[in-house]
């Protein structure tokens, strides 16, 4: 049963320290995708790469996050320092790139972060 | 341009009756439109999608309705059930551009028992 997987689902924290959210993509997928969901702004797209290249990291506060893919199983959302105004549920979804035929993305559980 | 407007932001619906949700984008070179759903503690995943060639897509009791010259498109759940209560998002694509989807803001379905 092929599934995206996150880590931690739940993370606590204080302002002013790092946090690391880690995504395992479905295997085979090549592009990989980092959301933000919070009531006010609904899903927010902070990066998203194609081949482990970051494509798109317009929507990441760059003096905070940072979005990398070490290898091709695991994409890591870092921020720091964290802030209270972080707390949201971060998802990654991962998906295959295919010309005109409409990319599905695939959804993990979600970290859900709140900082203190 | 890059947005899709959503509405309602969230709907209530008896047990039986018709759910309809709608958007509205600007960018004409968007050519997917899915719909997914969100449970409570779940992230969302994919209900039903259409591409612009055509002007209803239905399967089961999902039904897209999409109007090109409108730049509109709906959902529409018939026979909405208790189960179906959840989170809707419509989104949009330009996938001769990029992998990208621009997801609207959601609507929030609560089915009456």
């Known amino acids: 049963d092929a599934r995206v997987t996150q880590t931690p689902r739940h993370k606590v924290t204080e302002m002013g320290q790092e946090v690391t959210m880690r995504c395992q993509p479905i295997?085979?997928?090549?592009?990989v995708f980092w959301y933000r969901q919070t009531m006010m702004q609904g899903l927010e797209l902070l990066a998203y790469?194609?081949?482990?290249?970051?494509?798109?990291d317009s929507g990441m506060p760059k003096d905070r996050f940072s979005a990398e893919m070490p290898d091709a199983t695991l994409a890591t959302l870092k921020i720091q320092p964290s802030e209270p105004r972080d707390s949201a549920v971060y998802f990654c979804?991962?998906?295959?790139?295919?010309?005109?035929?409409?990319?599905?993305?695939?959804f993990g559980p979600g970290t859900r972060l709140t900082v203190l | 341009q890059q947005q899709v407007k959503q509405s309602p932001q969230s709907l209530i619906v008896q047990k039986g009756g018709i759910s309809i949700i709608n958007c509205a984008y600007e960018?004409?070179?968007?050519?997917?439109f899915p719909w997914y759903q969100q449970f409570p503690g779940k992230g969302p995943a994919l209900l039903i999608a259409?591409?612009?060639?055509?002007s209803e897509k239905k399967e089961g009791r999902f039904t897209i309705s999409f109007n090109k010259s409108a730049k509109q498109f709906s959902l529409h759940i018939m026979d909405s059930q208790p189960g179906d209560s959840a989170t809707y998002f419509c989104?949009?694509?330009?996938?001769?551009?990029?992998?990208?989807?621009?997801f609207g803001k959601g609507t929030r379905l609560h089915i009456l028992p």
């Open positions: 979804a991962s998906g295959l790139s295919r010309d005109r035929l409409g990319n599905e993305q695939f």
């Open positions: 295997l085979g997928h090549n592009t």
């Open positions: 790469f194609r081949n482990r290249a970051p494509l798109d």
């Open positions: 960018n004409t070179a968007f050519d997917y």
């Open positions: 259409i591409r612009p060639d055509v």
């Open positions: 989104a949009a694509s330009d996938s001769d551009r990029d992998d990208k989807i621009i």
